[in-house]
């Protein structure tokens, strides 16, 4: 099993900065692909970013292309989105989530990101 704790959520303005991140414990961090998901009120969760296990490759939604910048330290078993240039429609709870091989079969608790326009 995989335990995920994500934190950094929090109430921003447009335009302001956050950087959310994700402690993963229970297997060896470097077995690990892990991405970023997102659900906001009365829509159904989306993806926002994955990384592979060594950090050498990242995949974005577009709408976030640009702006947000997934990265993870395999020595403190954590992962980041670091979230630029915000916009009210990122507003959502934001899931971290793991995956051994081609489905995410580990999700985190999530974290509240608000941003006010």
């Known amino acids: 099993q995989v335990q995920l704790v994500e934190s950094g959520g929090g109430l921003v303005q447009a335009g302001d900065s956050l950087k959310l991140s994700c402690v993963a414990s229970g297997r060896p961090f470097r077995q690990l692909e892990m991405g970023w998901f997102r659900q906001a009120p009365g829509k159904e969760r989306e993806f926002v970013a994955t990384i592979t296990w060594s950090g050498s490759s990242t995949i974005y939604t577009d709408s976030v292309k640009g702006r947000f910048s997934v990265s993870r330290d395999n020595a403190k078993n954590t992962v980041y989105l670091q979230m630029n240039s915000l916009k009210p429609e990122d507003t959502a709870v934001y899931y971290c989530?793991?995956?051994?091989?081609?489905?995410?079969?580990?999700w985190g608790q999530g974290t509240q990101v608000t941003v006010s326009s």
């Open positions: 989530a793991a995956r051994l091989f081609t489905q995410y079969n580990y």
